[in-house]
């Protein structure tokens, strides 16, 4: 089983991605991690305002079998959310890249996004 | 050691993501865990379930035998009956339940959950010898393959299963021309619960109008060796045990280990809401005690609800009442694929039952420590 891997992001080890976009940076899960949770019924994400350190727990993520915890990717203030996701959560498994996207945030520290895996090297992670 | 089915290399080829359950991998979802349960609500779909128990018990007092310790009494079943009953113990605990087959008068096969094969061909081995009772209890659980297929096509699925020999060809079998027991009329007309031999593939096996899913459906069980060829023999959706939790709870069916368990959830049938299945004209391990709790009623209910607030309701999460005081956890629950809404089951206060507080009862499921509003529903969720 291969996964789609855009080389247009930076990865975590907990499986977020995230994007420059516009002077924000977008914020999602990878193919691999939709895959790996299945259904997606339910998203729970912060408000818009909320500060987040780079690591730090944003949200939650549940499918039919399983919970898993967001992780922020970089430190920054939440600009927008997926509020889509909210009615439509399988979005997350349709496009997990384009119209499953989460948060929107205004980066603190923009060299943050240099410090995260590289698609090849969150590729050697997965697979 | 963790068991295995016998087709589980098959499955990982088809892609199956699995799990661990009972002590079985097993496999937890084929494609999508919505799809598969959508594929058995709308159509069919085929699960293998090779995990469930199974112990074969016979001689002249195999029925005798059975009575005694299942809520349910075989003895009043016809030979090519099945049915559905609690294990209990003296205190009227439950410790299992199961589907007992009587294939014959003196031949019967039970189905207990993953996992308590050996447990219950014990329990049944002590007891008889206790008893100075004559019959054979055999663990039989890897001798057979075990398959469910379920849904409003599933006749269909099976008259034409039946009608091909498993290498292509949709003649008969030839053993079945011989004794005519496979035409396709006798299978669609197989009675809800009832048991007979059929041919499947060319393959002899045993066949019961019964599932666990609340829609019509078979399983059947086949020798270990010939699965393959009847699993294949299905052409329809293979669903895995995410889409068999979700279906059962919906139909407000019980998981065994998890709606009751002896250590961690001791119930009775009466709280668990089988009481059908428990018949005190009978005499069994647990008899007096449940004709005691039958007289009071049960102190708590197993209770549906439908979560009001956004979020989904897990095993283990605490149920409060609308000021806050914990009266309850939740045992089952899941995002509803068919309703889209997210339902559960907890042992509620025998006040909360579904009855006259249905729909109105504003309860709340505590959901990573914020309370979460819920109201009581009538079990089961769905129409069955």
Known sequence: MSFEIPDDKGYQETHEWAVRENGT??????????????????????????ALDASEEFGVIESIKAVSDLYSPVSGEVTATND????????????????????????ADETELDDLLSADEYREQVE | MTRTPPLSEHHADRGAKVT??????????FDSINAEHESVRASVGKF????????????????????????????????????????????????????????TDDRLLFVPNAGHDEEMAERWRTHRDDWELNAKVENATTDWGMFAVQGPDAADALAA?????????????????????????????????????????????????????????????CPADEAERVWEVFDCQPCGLGARDTLRIEAGFLLSGQDFDPETEPRTPYEAGIGFAVSLDSDFVGRDALAAVAEDGPAERLTGFELTDRGVPRHGY????????????VTSGTMSPSLRTPIGMGYLPAAYAAGEREGDEEIAVTIRGERKRARIEALPFIDT
């Open chain 1, 25 to 50: 940076v977008r914020v999602g899960i990878s193919d691999f991690a939709q895959d790996e949770l299945g259904d997606v019924v339910f998203v729970e994400f912060p408000d818009v305002g909320e």
């Open chain 1, 84 to 107: 889509d996701l909210i009615d439509a959560p399988e979005l997350v498994n349709e496009s997990p890249y384009d119209d499953g996207w989460m948060l929107e945030l205004d980066p």
């Open chain 2, 20 to 29: 661990e359950f009972g002590g079985w991998e097993m496999p937890v979802q």
């Open chain 2, 48 to 103: 293998d379930v090779s995990h469930m128990s199974q112990i074969e018990v016979t001689g002249p007092d195999a029925a005798t035998l059975t009575d005694r310790l299942v809520t349910n009494p075989v003895t009043d079943l016809n030979a090519d009956r099945a049915g559905y009953g609690a294990i209990t113990d003296s205190a009227g605990t439950m410790l299992d339940d199961t589907i007992t087959y009587r294939l």
């Open chain 2, 161 to 221: 299963a039946a009608s091909t020999d498993g290498n292509g060809s949709g003649r008969a079998a030839s053993g079945d021309e011989r004794n005519g027991r496979n035409d396709r009329a006798s299978i669609r007309d197989l009675p809800f619960f009832a048991v007979r031999e059929a041919t499947i593939a060319g393959v002899t096996c045993l066949l019961a109008r019964t599932g666990y899913t609340g829609e019509d459906g078979f399983e059947l069980l």
């Open chain 2, 318 to 329: 605490p149920i409060t009442d609308p000021e806050g005081t914990e009266i309850g956890t």
